[in-house]
């Protein structure tokens, strides 16, 4: 701060430094401050103009979209996809005390006897992955997946792991995955949401909306909730009285203050406010559309299982290739109706039944459109169950150290298992994959390195992964 002291030689050298750093610099801080403050108002005119414009990501990607089949509630990997020859063996005996050393259990007692595979398993295609007798219409596309028998994750109850599972921290107010890749990769639908969710189980999700919010992300980054049947999205049409002229005329009027207001203070929620009444206006036309499946041809309906008119998981399937089909960016379905802590048998064969043919024809459906190469399906819930017994003799605890997802097309490599748990299905301890490995694997299908998909908030870059993650590459076609 003394450089400048040589042109008072009659003043402390502190006192110069002080003056001159005022007099001089002052106005260059302020030029500074004001660039900065320009530049945001720059941006969020932008995000008005279209903040769901279709973006480029980091690299070339090899999903340009997301079919997330969420089955909330974590079903058993030990009835579905993780065969245990030893579990069978030791049905009705104590654990091994050394592997429930340090271990937390959601509700039993750890030292809870061992419940052997109530289903049996096969191997099935050229690539011989086994799979219970559960699921024998995935069976027929078995070739066309990925199977995942390594998965771990932080949290032992519903919410806190659905959360983690959606956005990567067991924390409320964190942006979902759904909301990252909207961000990052915008949407090529100018008359449909980028991010659409269904919920089709007994109720909703554990972790509620949070599951695809946008968190600190603008809001327009949000899941949006359509129904099963009937109006799309309550409230969508038009009361009586208002003619669609009478609309265009409100909205023009309130787009023109709004983009006043916008210019005037730069918040990024006035441009999600836009948007969000233009995207309604053409929704009354889009969304009707593609929710009416009696355009879909009878072969379609029972390849899926679907019955128009009727909502069902199967329903939501053929939605979600619809809408993909049209260029929305990301759809979520949640079925809530996997938490066999009893009766695990009798549910467990509901709610194959209610699922298991819609997912396969989808891989199924999406590949003979030649949609698959680029779209991305991902099947799981938020952790597995305990090889041990719950509710009787028929029923299994919340597990996070070990369970299976399996995921097709977008770039994952097909026909490959990769994983393994150990002889009880207890603990993984193959090629281990935490669910930031898996997010970081995910973005990176979809052209992002994790690292640098950031949003600044609070003072510091926030990630869907936090600070961790790595690729998992056996994942990789």
Excluded at 20 to 42: E, I, N, P, S
Excluded at 46 to 54: F, S, T
Excluded at 213 to 228: D, H, I
Excluded at 410 to 433: C, H, Q, W, Y
């Amino acid at each position: 701060m003394n450089c400048q002291s040589h042109l008072h030689p009659r003043l402390p050298g502190d006192a110069v430094a002080r003056r001159w750093f005022l007099k001089d610099c002052g106005v260059g801080l302020g030029t500074l401050a004001l660039a900065d403050l320009l530049r945001d108002r720059t941006l969020a005119a932008a995000a008005a103009e279209d903040p769901l414009a279709a973006r480029k990501p980091h690299f070339e990607p090899k999903a340009k979209r997301v079919i997330f089949l969420f089955m909330a509630g974590a079903p058993s990997h030990l009835e579905m996809f993780d065969n245990k020859p030893k579990l069978a063996e030791l049905d009705g005996q104590l654990p091994p005390a050394e592997l429930l050393e340090g271990y937390r259990a959601a509700f039993i007692n750890p030292n809870s006897k061992l419940l052997g595979p109530r289903f049996k398993f096969a191997r099935h295609g050229e690539s011989g992955a086994e799979l219970s007798e559960l699921l024998p219409h995935l069976a027929q596309v078995v070739d066309d997946i990925t199977i995942v028998k390594s998965m771990a994750t932080d949290a032992f109850n519903h919410a806190p792991a659905q959360i983690q599972m959606s956005t990567g921290s067991q924390l409320f107010g964190r942006p979902s995955f759904g909301a990252w890749t909207l961000y990052g990769l915008g949407s090529e639908s100018r008359d449909l949401p980028g991010f659409v969710v269904f919920s089709t189980g007994a109720k909703g999700p554990s972790g509620g909306n949070s599951n695809w919010g946008s968190g600190f992300l603008p809001t327009v980054y949000n899941g949006v909730q359509f129904r099963g049947a009937g109006e799309p999205v309550l409230y969508l049409s038009n009361p009586r009285g208002v003619d669609d002229q009478l609309q265009r005329n409100s909205l023009d009027a309130l787009r023109e203050l709004n983009s006043m207001r916008l210019e005037t203070v730069g918040d990024p929620e006035i441009a999600t406010r836009i948007n969000s009444f233009e995207m309604a206006y053409r929704m009354q036309s889009s969304a009707p559309e593609v929710m009416d499946l009696t355009r879909e041809p009878q072969h379609i309906l029972e390849m899926y299982g679907a019955e128009p008119g009727k909502p069902s998981f199967a329903n939501s399937c053929l939605l979600a290739r619809r809408l993909v089909e049209r260029g929305v960016r990301f759809v979520q379905l949640f079925h809530e109706a996997w938490d066999q802590h009893g009766n695990l048998k009798a549910d467990l064969k509901k709610n194959c039944k209610d699922t298991d043919q819609a997912c396969a024809a989808l891989v199924q459906d999406l590949k003979q459109r030649g949609m698959l190469n680029d779209t991305l399906v991902i099947w799981g819930g938020e952790f597995g169950r305990t090889p041990m017994v719950q509710g009787g003799d028929d029923g299994r605890d919340h597990h996070p150290n070990a369970f299976t997802m399996w995921f097709a097309g977008g770039g994952t490599k097909p026909g490959v298992t990769i994983g393994e748990s150990d002889e009880l299905g207890f603990n993984a301890t193959v090629d281990r994959v935490h669910i930031h490995d898996l997010h970081a694997t995910l973005l990176h299908l979809l052209g992002f390195d994790h690292t640098q998909l950031t949003y600044k908030f609070q003072g510091r870059q926030f990630r869907l992964t936090d600070v961790h993650g790595n690729i998992i590459q056996k994942m990789l076609a």
